[in-house]
């Protein structure tokens, strides 16, 4: 209320998503971010790169398209820079101006890179989120250097910057240097309907991994964990991916006493309800969905020390392994098959952790929050530079 005249009316904002893979967990932070906007009373659309191959993004994407007021707009952006950049981005300030975005959200290095090339004319705050992206790259090598110098370019062009995570942060600090804007620490979150327990099928295997099937997810290290670890061992790898063949042909050379199965991609909680404990051996992540999915279903969690992970772990960080240690994730696996109820305990403990701390309407709130502060700046801004215009004038009439 407002000095007993009623509500305050809030403008509605007009917000752009922009992103190259609806994939993972960038794909899935953005359809909660635009679910829960339009849910506000924001008119949300989406720019991506591509239409997904997996059965899966492609159910996920048709749900967005029915948030997406403004429409969803395919423009096919490649991973690396090149010549049909420069047409992306007229067709990109197009659609911008169309549809009168007053927010401009670029996700990941290549997302995030066209939200911030776009000429100021074509309106809107910009935002960056990193998503890891760029962030993962070593500056030593000559690929890394090239999108860490960009990033830093970028800085520039950047309105406001929001984080998943405090090691996304500081990370961007480290490589990059300081934000040079405003910026903001918002962790992902999951949805109330996320914290049904999930109940393993009478099969169940002793381990489950979810994920995309690639070197830095860690399936390689898992599967030679599973056979250093030598114990009679069930173990279902949930994903897709272009690696699959070789993960494939490395786990048919396992003992006999360990069976691996491949199981494709399918929904987190489908998966879940396959394996009794969730491993995520990631060489690199951000602050990963699936660790907070399956915290909030209940279930077991074994993962690396990598991103955000230790955020959402807290207390129970002590129990995160090194990345790509073989020996220390074949003990670990070791240590679940036999202390179940000690592997019961800490999944109560995460699961109450994510309830407080790491929630999509919590995570909808803070992004909706950071807009507005920043749109009012932008606005204070304006205001200014117009009063200061008709100052000058007025001083030059007079």
């Known amino acids: 209320m407002a000095d007993g005249l009623g509500p305050v009316l809030v403008k509605p904002m007009r917000i752009l998503h ?17 679910e829960g906007q339009r849910k506000a009373g924001h008119k949300v659309g ?9 059965p899966v993004s492609m159910v996920r994407l048709g749900e967005l398209a029915r948030q997406c007021e403004l429409g969803i707009h395919v423009i096919p952006m490649h991973r690396m820079p090149g010549v049909a950049d420069a047409a992306n981005m007229l067709r990109m300030m197009s659609r911008a101006r169309l549809v009168g975005a007053d927010v401009i959200h670029g996700h990941g290095a290549k997302g995030g890179a066209y939200a911030r090339l776009l000429p100021r004319f074509a309106g809107g705050v910009r935002i960056y989120t990193p998503h890891g992206g760029a962030l993962h790259f070593d500056r030593r090598n000559v690929r890394g250097f090239a999108f860490l110098a960009a990033e830093r370019l970028l800085r520039r062009r950047t309105d ?25 620490v918002i962790h992902n979150g999951v949805t109330e309907t996320e914290f049904a327990p999930v109940t393993p099928n009478a099969d169940a295997a002793d381990f489950v991994f979810i994920g995309e099937l690639r070197e830095l997810k860690g399936v390689g290290t898992l599967i030679d964990a599973a056979t250093l670890a030598g114990e009679k061992m069930h173990l279902r790898i949930v994903g897709s991916g272009d690696m699959r063949a070789f993960f494939e042909a490395v786990a048919s050379h396992v003992p006999p006493q360990v069976k691996i199965e491949f199981m494709g991609a399918m929904p987190a909680r489908k998966a879940f309800a396959l394996g009794r404990t969730v491993v995520v051996p990631s060489y690199h992540e951000s602050l990963p969905y ?12 074994i993962a690396t020390r990598v991103g955000g992970m230790a955020e959402i772990f807290g207390p129970d960080a002590s129990t995160l392994l090194t990345p790509r240690d073989i020996g220390g994730l074949a003990d670990r696996l070791r240590h679940a098959l036999h202390n179940p109820d000690e592997m019961a305990a800490l999944a109560e403990r995460l699961r109450a952790r994510v309830r407080a701390e790491f929630t999509a309407p919590q995570m909808v709130d803070g992004v909706l929050a950071f807009y507005r502060a920043l749109l ?20 030059a009439a007079s």
């Open 18 to 34: 922009v992103l190259r893979a609806p994939l993972g967990g960038l794909f899935r932070h953005v359809c909660d971010l635009t």
């Open 46 to 54: 989406v720019i991506c790169g591509d239409v997904p191959g997996d």
């Open 160 to 184: 406001g910057f929001i984080f998943e995570s405090d090691f996304g942060l500081r990370t961007f600090i480290d490589k990059v240097g300081d934000p040079d804007a405003t910026s903001t």
């Open 290 to 301: 699936i660790v907070l999915e399956a915290a909030a279903a209940g279930l077991p969690v």
């Open 376 to 395: 009012d700046m932008k606005s204070t801004v304006a205001m200014n530079e117009e009063e200061a215009v008709r100052s000058r004038i007025e001083r």
